[in-house]
């Protein structure tokens, strides 16, 4: 079946601008999470959703950020008045329910602020 | 807080070489512990898994064991092939309503042929 999929694939902008990721999470997960892939921070958690509770947005490094997931699907993260270090790569993963151990990753967006 | 530390690298063996990729955890709590392998081009992936003290995860010819007396999971393999270089991650996920995963900062393998 499908996996996990993320647009755009990459993605450049400019300092100040706003951007908007994509997550399409396998068919029939509940759980959704976003995670930051960077040089200098490693792989990390940013939001946590999860069927109808509210978002875990524990690990949002800024107000800046912000995510929805509409329909317990689709979800976007949001970026705005992008800064040069928010480059980086961002990546999407679900799994079938909270508490399931294994959670499948999406590709990534790759998103460079210039 | 939750963390993970592995060694870095990049680590460059030869075909068949052994391989160990040290990593070590602190948590509260009996957490779950996983390595993710990222081939190059391609996106995270679930190589193997433990989720209590002693257990051993295997798949495609690694293996880890839970330890919990030296907070240890390091990954090993007995003969690598070239189609393993990746980067390699070892993660725990701490249990509580999230069940985020906490990353360490992954080890480059370079297998050459």
């Known amino acids: 079946g499908a996996g996990v999929s993320q647009s755009p694939s990459n993605k450049v902008t400019e300092k100040g601008k706003d951007v908007e990721l994509r997550c399409d999470p396998i068919?029939?997960?509940?759980?959704l999470y976003w995670y930051r892939q960077s040089l200098g921070q490693g792989l990390e958690f940013l939001i946590y959703?999860?069927?109808?509770?509210?978002?875990?947005k524990s690990g949002l490094p800024s107000d800046r950020f912000s995510a929805e997931r509409t329909g317990g699907s689709v979800s976007t993260l949001t970026i705005q008045r992008t800064q040069q270090e928010d480059s980086a790569v961002y990546l999407c993963?679900?799994?079938?329910?909270?508490?399931?151990?294994?959670?499948?990753f999406g590709p990534g967006t790759r998103l460079t602020v210039l | 807080g939750n963390s993970v530390t592995q060694m870095e690298g990049p680590v460059t063996l030869s075909e068949e070489a052994f391989l160990t990729i040290n990593c070590t955890y602190t948590a509260t709590g009996y957490p779950s512990l996983f390595w993710y392998v990222q081939y190059p081009g391609e996106g995270l992936q679930l190589l193997l898994k433990a989720t209590k003290a002693d257990d051993k995860g295997s798949n495609k010819g690694f293996e880890a064991t839970y330890r919990k007396e030296t907070t240890s999971f390091h990954l090993e393999k007995g003969s690598v092939q070239v189609s393993d270089s990746a980067v390699y991650f070892c993660a725990l996920m701490g249990g509580g309503a999230t069940n985020k995963l906490i990353f360490g900062t992954g080890t480059l393998l370079a297998v050459q042929p």
């Open positions: 068919s029939g997960h509940t759980a």
């Open positions: 993963a679900s799994s079938p329910r909270s508490g399931d151990n294994e959670q499948f």
């Open positions: 959703f999860q069927g109808n509770s509210a978002p875990d």
